[in-house]
Nanobody
Framework: QLHLVESGGGLVQPGGSLRLSCAGS????????IGWFRQAPGKEREGVAS????????NYADSERGRFTISRDNAKNLVYLEMNNLKPDETGVYYC????????????????????WGQGAQVTVST
């Protein structure tokens, strides 16, 4: 079976940092653009960051740009989301997702363009 598995979530104080990982099980992530998305309590899921298949292009939501960094290690079949200076309103479930339908340098944080999703990792930013 094919799976995307997010890990690295947890409880962190405001201003703290976390690194999330997205692993492909039975799925070579090198074949996909990867997006990270967040669903906060009571809100719709929104795009946070994305990276192209070849790693050359990255997109970030305006509120996360400069604090979050998305990267990939295709040899390890992993994609990371480094989150710094976290804020309480960034609490939520973080999902990674794949897109295989565009060129190797394509990337987007538009949820509708992603078709295969992980189960999510909870991130709680609180004192």
């Amino acid at each position: 079976q094919l799976h995307l598995v997010e890990s690295g979530g947890g409880l962190v104080q405001p201003g703290g940092s976390l690194r999330l990982s997205c692993a492909g099980s039975g799925l070579g992530l090198v074949n996909y653009a990867i997006g990270w998305f967040r669903q906060a309590p009571g809100k719709e899921r929104e795009g946070v960051a994305s990276i192209s298949r070849d790693g050359t292009n990255r997109n970030y939501a305006d509120s996360e740009r400069g604090r979050f960094t998305i990267s990939r290690d295709n040899a390890k079949n992993l994609v990371y989301l480094e989150m710094n200076n976290l804020k309480p309103d960034e609490t939520g479930v973080y999902y990674c997702a794949t897109n295989a339908g565009y060129g190797s340098r394509w990337t987007s944080t538009s949820e509708s363009t992603y078709g295969f999703w992980g189960q999510g990792a909870q991130v709680t930013v609180s004192t």
